[in-house]
T-cell receptor, first 114, second 112 residues
Framework: KQEVTQIPAALSVPEGENLVLNCSFT??????LQWFRQDPGKGLTSLLL?????REQTSGRLNASLDKSSGRSTLYIAASQPGDSATYLC?????????????FGKGTKLSVIP | NAGVTQTPKFQVLKTGQSMTLQCAQD?????MSWYRQDPGMGLRLIHY???????DQGEVPNGYNVSRSTTEDFPLRLLSAAPSQTSVYFC???????????FGSGTQLSVL
């Protein structure tokens, strides 16, 4: 059974700092990995998707990397802003032959202090 | 595009009652899925569909039914509500299994 772990569970940083969020998974037979942002009381918004054949994806101040062999992904946020405060979740997707299984981590709650 | 629309936003049920959570998307997405989010447990997959007429179970399917008669709609039915089904429910869709997931805004369900 796939297990996804996110460490730390919570993180507080001063504005402007660069930071890294971690995601690890136990089964490397994944199709792709996605990073999401969730604001309190809201649904999830997909930030970055990395296919299993890719090593990283970038969008603005965000950069996500994937190392399947070690079962790890990182989300790098550059020059953090108070508006980045939210819970960040990663999900691994295993798909094929009509199957579609997603496993989420429990998230990292990020607070960026002005 | 409205994206993924979930109704209702809030619902209170009594134990044993049945109800249907609605999910609709207007993006012509083939893949749709339902999750529940519980404190300390994260999001867990309940059921999913890879196209109209095709559904399958996820990690926690017991007590829930789904059907997919059209591409747009993927309702989740609670057959006989139990307090353990108190949770926030999210519906999501994707064009293919290689594309980003789009989530609805959720339904907060309380079963008394």
């Amino acid at each position: 059974k796939q297990e996804v772990t996110q460490i730390p569970a919570a993180l507080s940083v001063p504005e402007g700092e660069n930071l890294v969020l971690n995601c690890s998974f136990t089964d490397s037979a994944i199709y792709n990995l996605q990073w999401f942002r969730q604001d309190p009381g809201k649904g999830l918004t997909s930030l970055l998707l990395i296919q299993s054949s890719q090593r990283e994806q970038t969008s603005g101040r965000l950069n996500a990397s994937l190392d399947k062999s070690s079962g790890r992904s990182t989300l790098y946020i550059a020059a953090s802003q108070p508006g980045d405060s939210a819970t960040y979740l990663c999900a691994v997707i295993r798909s094929g032959a009509g199957s579609y299984q997603l496993t989420f981590g429990k998230g990292t709650k990020l607070s960026v202090i002005p | 595009n409205a994206g993924v629309t979930q109704t209702p936003k809030f619902q209170v049920l009594k134990t044993g009652q049945s109800m249907t959570l609605q999910c609709a998307q207007d993006m012509n997405h083939e893949y749709m899925s339902w999750y529940r989010q519980d404190p300390g447990m994260g999001l867990r997959l309940i059921h999913y569909s890879v196209g109209a007429g095709i559904t399958d179970q996820g990690e926690v399917p017991n007590g829930y039914n789904v059907s997919r008669s059209t591409t747009e709609d993927f309702p989740l039915r609670l057959l006989s509500a139990a307090p353990s089904q108190t949770s926030v429910y999210f519906c999501a869709s994707a064009l293919t299994d290689r594309e980003k997931l789009f989530f609805g805004s959720g339904t907060q369900l309380s079963v008394l």
